[in-house]
């Protein structure tokens, strides 16, 4: 990467610290095809209206307990090596980073998403017995 281009980033960087509650309140960095994934010791101390004014972020939410910003196919992983830089913290892989955000959740919402994982897994199978049954039904009524 070149050297505007790093400059760049580290201002956008920077902006993503300051924004999200400074560096004591990011636990985890990563990053996933098109966002910039950080999970937060307090949600509430990032200020995600601004962080969707910061140059190059198309948008951010908060999902799963992580605050996800969207920046793109390829600018997401510059961005994502230089924010883990300047804060000297190793990127995170996926799953590592949804680990690290589940510790935080308390017992109830742990079960809802054990469960909910469970029903993930067996959808497919589930949407093919019931569009298999409504298909039986249909050419039965023929």
Do not use: W
């Amino acid at each position: 990467m070149d050297a505007g281009k790093r400059q760049r980033y580290e201002k956008i960087a920077a902006d993503i610290v300051r924004l999200a509650g400074g560096r004591d309140n990011i636990l985890g960095v990563a990053h996933c095809a098109t966002r910039l994934r950080l999970v937060l010791e307090d949600n509430d101390r990032a200020d995600t209206a601004a962080i969707e004014n910061v140059d190059l972020v198309k948008g951010v939410f908060v999902a799963g307990d992580q605050l996800q910003i969207i920046f793109g196919a390829g600018l997401v992983n510059d961005v994502c090596q230089v924010l883990a830089d300047s804060i000297h913290m190793d990127s995170m892989s996926l799953g590592d980073l949804k680990t690290k955000a589940n510790k935080r959740m308390n017992p109830l919402q742990r079960a809802v998403k054990a469960l909910s994982d469970v029903f993930i897994e067996i959808m497919p199978g589930i949407l093919a017995a019931a569009l298999l049954t409504g298909l039986s039904s249909v050419l039965g009524n023929l």
